[in-house]
């Protein structure tokens, strides 16, 4: 079965402080890999995307590092705040096929600390 | 656009029940995701549909359930009978084009069978 492993399943980050994320993929299709965010009650909402033609995208205070030999790709939440509370999923698909949908990490549950 | 509509946002049955979950997608969005999150499964693709028609329905668990889109403008998930672990939340997505462009979700419906 395709998967998408992400850790870690939880993390206390202090106000201000650098938050990561890891992912790691074993379909060498996928060509798609976004980050969503969901917060309690809510259904997850994009973040941030990048495409294996780049090795990093950012947004403001979100950056994607994406390691296409390694197979690996990371979120990575600048100065954060309390306010970046909330449930990160990576996840990966296929434009060529056979992987259509998302296929979603299990979750990293994130507490920013006043 | 009001985003993607699901109905209803909480549904409680009892065993062996029948259960229809309705989602109205993104007008002009050509493709529409069924996922299911649970605690120990995390986000799970159930079906994917492209111009209506359904692509790939590998992630339905059971023939318990079954999915329609009988216009652009509607979906459903039916369950039949519903069972206690299918508990949980359920989200209908709807993206311009396949998996590989942003997916927006709904808020979902929070499905509880007792």
């Known amino acids: 079965q395709q998967q998408v492993k992400q850790s870690p399943q939880s993390l206390i980050v202090q106000k201000g402080g650098i938050s990561i994320i890891n992912c790691a993929y074993e379909?060498?299709?996928?060509?798609?890999f976004p980050w969503y965010q969901q917060f309690p009650g809510k259904g997850p909402a994009l973040l941030i995307a990048?495409?294996?033609?780049?090795s990093e995208k950012k947004e403001g205070r979100f950056t994607i590092s994406f390691n296409k030999s390694a197979k690996q790709f990371s979120l990575h939440i600048m100065d954060s705040q309390p306010g970046d509370s909330a449930t990160y999923f990576c996840a990966a698909s296929s434009s060529g096929g056979g992987a259509d949908g998302l296929t979603f990490g299990k979750g990293t549950h994130l507490i920013i600390q006043p | 656009d009001a985003g993607v509509i699901q109905s209803p946002r909480h549904e409680v049955t009892e065993m062996g029940q029948e259960v229809t979950l309705r989602c109205k997608p993104i007008s002009g969005h050509n493709s529409l995701f069924w996922y299911r999150q649970t605690m120990m499964r995390g986000l799970e693709l159930l079906i994917y549909?492209?111009?209506?028609?359904?692509?790939?329905d590998s992630g339905m668990p059971e023939d318990r359930f079954s999915a329609k889109m009988p216009n652009a403008s509607f979906s459903t998930l039916k369950i039949q009978p519903s069972e206690p672990r299918d508990s949980a939340v359920y989200f209908c997505?709807?993206?311009?084009?396949?998996?590989?462009?942003?997916?927006?979700f709904g808020q979902g419906t929070r499905l509880t069978v007792v």
């Open positions: 990048i495409r294996p033609d780049v």
């Open positions: 379909n060498t299709a996928f060509d798609y």
């Open positions: 549909f492209n111009n209506n028609v359904p692509i790939d």
């Open positions: 997505a709807s993206s311009f084009r396949g998996g590989t462009t942003e997916a927006f």
